[in-house]
C-alpha cells in the first residue's frame, strides 16, 4: 500500500497524536464506511472457507487458492481495520508504536498475499484449460499446498524490508500506519513493479490465453476436437476473472499515485487532492469484502453453500453436518480433466 507526500515518522504513532481538523460527517462516514467493510470481510470470506470445509464439491486444487485468497482478506478485517477505526474516532493515533508497525506489516502482508495468491489462481486455470494434460500431475493435493505454502512465504519475504527501511509509518489523512514512499523513491518503484504491476501481466497473459481457447472452441476453431464449452463452464471462467479485475480496479488508483509520487515528488505531491488520495485508499480497504460476494453471484455451488451454512448456523449444525455426504456426489468431488474422452470441455467450481 503506497501513501504519497510527506507524513509523519515513527514517533507519529505515538499516544495521543490528532493531527486532522475535519467535519464530523467526513470521519462518520469513513468509520460507517470501514465498518460495513470488515463486516462483510469476516462474514464473507468464514462463509468462503466454510463452503469449501463442507463440500465436497468445492474441495479441489484450484480452491485450495480461493480458501488461501480468504484467509488474505481476513487478515486485514481481525487486525488493521479495527486499529484504523479506532484511529477514525479518536482522530489521532493512541495505540503506540508496537501496534502501528503490526497493523502496517500485517496490511502489507494481507494486500501482497493477496495479488500473490490472484496469481497463483490465474495460473491454475491457465493450466487447468490450456495445459489439461498436465495439470493432474502439476496440482496434486500435496503440490497444491506446497504452491500456497511458497505463495506466503514469498509474501513474508516480500514485506519484511519494510521493517529495516522505515516505511511503515502513520498516516494521519487515512488514519493509518501503512507504507510510506517517502522512505525511498527506488523502493516504492520497485514495490509497485513487483507487487502489482508485474503480477497483474502475469494474469492478464493467463486470462488472456484462456479467452482465446474459450473463443476458439465456442466457434469451433478446431474441428478434429470439436469440444463442447457449456454456460456454466463460462461462468466459472468469469467468476476469477472478475476477482481479478476488482482487485485491480481497486488497487490501481493508489498504486499509480503512489508511482508518480515516487518518480517526481516535488511536481506530482501538490497535484494530488487529499480528497483523491483518500478515497483511492478506502477503495483499497474496500476490494477485501468483494471477493465472497463475487462468489456467491457468480458461482453457483458457492452460492448453495452459503445458503445451507446459514441455515445450519440456525439449527446449529455447521460442524456436525457435510453437505455432500451421498454417494453420487462422492463420485463428482474429484476434478475433471479439460477434455474428456468424448472431448467436452469441463470447468469445476471455482
Not at 163 to 192: K, N
Not at 223 to 252: E, G, I, S
Request: proline content about 5%.
Amino acid at each position: 500500500m503506497l501513501t504519497n507526500g510527506s507524513h509523519l515518522n515513527s514517533s507519529a504513532a505515538e499516544p495521543g497524536d490528532s493531527d486532522l481538523d475535519r467535519p464530523p460527517w467526513v470521519t462518520t462516514t469513513l468509520g460507517c464506511f470501514l465498518i460495513f467493510t470488515i463486516v462483510v470481510d469476516i462474514l464473507g470470506n468464514l462463509l468462503v472457507i466454510f463452503s469449501v470445509y463442507r463440500n465436497k464439491k468445492l474441495r479441489n486444487a484450484g480452491n485450495i487458492f480461493v480458501v488461501s485468497l480468504a484467509v488474505a482478506d481476513l487478515v486485514v478485517a481481525i487486525y488493521p481495520y479495527p486499529l484504523v477505526l479506532t484511529s477514525i474516532f479518536h482522530n489521532g493515533w493512541n495505540l503506540g508504536y508496537v501496534h502501528c508497525q503490526i497493523s502496517g506489516f500485517l496490511m502489507g502482508v494481507s494486500v501482497i498475499g493477496s495479488i500473490f495468491n490472484i496469481t497463483g489462481i490465474a495460473i491454475n486455470r491457465y493450466c487447468y484449460i490450456c495445459h489439461s494434460l498436465k495439470y493432474d500431475k502439476l496440482y496434486s493435493d500435496k503440490n497444491s499446498v506446497c504452491y500456497v505454502m511458497l505463495i506466503w512465504a514469498l509474501t513474508v519475504v516480500a514485506i519484511v524490508p519494510n521493517l529495516f527501511v522505515g516505511s511503515l509509518q502513520y498516516d494521519p489523512r487515512v488514519y493509518s500506519c501503512t507504507f510510506e514512499q517517502s522512505a525511498s523513491s527506488a523502493y516504492t518503484i520497485a514495490v509497485v513493479f513487483f507487487h502489482f504491476i508485474l503480477p497483474i501481466m502475469i494474469v492478464t497473459y493467463c486470462y488472456l490465453r484462456i479467452w482465446i481457447l474459450v473463443i476458439q472452441v465456442r466457434r469451433r476453431v478446431k474441428p478434429d476436437n470439436r469440444p463442447k464449452l457449456t454456460p456454466h463452464d463460462v461462468r466459472n471462467f468469469v467468476t476469477m476473472f472478475v476477482v481479478f479485475v476488482l482487485f485491480a480496479v481497486c488497487w490501481a488508483p493508489l498504486n499509480f499515485i503512489g508511482l508518480a509520487v515516487a518518480i517526481k515528488p516535488e511536481v506530482v505531491v501538490p497535484l494530488i487532492p487529499e480528497w483523491l488520495f483518500v478515497a483511492s485508499y478506502f477503495m483499497a480497504y474496500f476490494n477485501s469484502c468483494l471477493n465472497a460476494i463475487v462468489y456467491g453471484v457468480l458461482n453457483q455451488n458457492f452460492r448453495r453453500e452459503y445458503k445451507r451454512i446459514v441455515v445450519s448456523v440456525c439449527t446449529a449444525r455447521i460442524f456436525f453436518q457435510d453437505s455432500s455426504n451421498d454417494a453420487g456426489e462422492r463420485l463428482k468431488s474429484k476434478p475433471s480433466p479439460l477434455m474428456t474422452n468424448n472431448n467436452q470441455v469441463k470447468v469445476d467450481s471455482v
